[in-house]
C-alpha cells in the first residue's frame, strides 16, 4: 500500500507483484541471520523516528523472536501501538471515547491499529490480524510482549510540536522548531503534543500495567530529532550494545 504516511512503519503490505507486509520482510530478514550464523549469541534491533515506529510495532507483533538473544532499541518515534485504550490527557489517564467533551468526540480512530490495538478502521494489515488470532486475545499478546527486551530511547530537546517548518523569502523559519515530520493527527495528539512527551506519557502506560523490567527507557540530553547523536551517545551505545556506562544515569521511572 501507499497511502503517503509511510504504511510499511506499521505492517501494511507492500504494492504488486509481492504483496508481503514489511514486517514479514524483517521476519525473513532475521531469521535468515540466525540460520546462517548459528554462532551468533545476541541480535539488537534498532530504529529511529519512523524506523522507531516500525520497530516498536513489530516487536510487539512478530513471531521471529528469540527472548534472551533479542532486544530491540526503539528511538524518537511519532507514535506508538499502546496496549490499552486509555491516555493521558489533561493531566488524568482517561477513555477519551468517554470523557465527553468535543476534543475527543472527533477522533473514533485514537486506539485502533496503528496507535493501539483495537480493529476497525482504514487500515488494512493482514500481519496484525493474524498475530492477533493466533495470540487468541490481546491480553496473551501483551503477556508475550511484557518479556521482550525493549530499550526505549528519547532525546530532550525532541520537544517540536510542528508538524512542518515554513522557509520564508529571506531563508529563516517563522516557526521556533523543525520536527522533522512530527505526525500530528488526534490520533497522534492523543500521546502528547511532542515525541519526548509521548515517549513520557507511553513508558508510563506500560508502568500502569506492571511492565517494567525488561522495558526501559533513557533520556538522551542537548539531543533532539537526529539519529546520529542518539545513537552515538553514551545512552545510546549502552542500549544498542548493553554495555555499562558509567555516563549513563540511573534509570528514574515516574509513573502517575
Known sequence: EDDGQGPWRYGANALSPAK?????????????????????KKMTIAGHSSGGQMIQRWTLLTSSW???????????PSS??????FRF??????????????????????????????GGGN?????KDHALNTNVSNDALITRFRNRRVLYLAGNLDRCNVSTTT?????????WCNSHGLETSCMDEMQG???LERSEHYITSLRRLGI????????????????????QSAEGLEALFETKNETVAPLQVMVD
Not at 528469540?66 to 532499541?73: K, L
Not at 506508538?80 to 485504550?85: G, H, I
Not at 493531566?91 to 477522533?107: H, S, T, V, Y
Open 123 to 127: 487500515l488494512t494489515v493482514p500481519y
Open 212 to 231: 517494567w523490567g525488561e522495558h526501559i527507557r533513557r533520556v538522551v540530553h542537548d539531543v533532539g530529532h537526529d539519529h546520529s547523536l542518539m545513537f
Open 167 to 175: 522557509v520564508d523569502s529571506a531563508g529563516s523559519s517563522p516557526l
Open 80 to 85: 506508538y501501538a499502546y496496549l490499552t485504550p
Open 89 to 118: 490527557i489533561r493531566g488524568d489517564w482517561i477513555l477519551p471515547n468517554d470523557d465527553n467533551d468535543e476534543e475527543n468526540a472527533f477522533c473514533p480512530q485514537y486506539n485502533q491499529w496503528e496507535w493501539g490495538l483495537e
Open 193 to 195: 503534543s511532542n515525541r
Open 20 to 40: 508481503i507486509s514489511s514486517y514479514t520482510a524483517l521476519d525473513v530478514l532475521v531469521d535468515a541471520i540466525w540460520e546462517h550464523f548459528p554462532s551468533l
Open 66 to 76: 528469540i527472548t534472551g538473544r533479542m532486544h530491540s532499541v526503539v528511538a524518537n
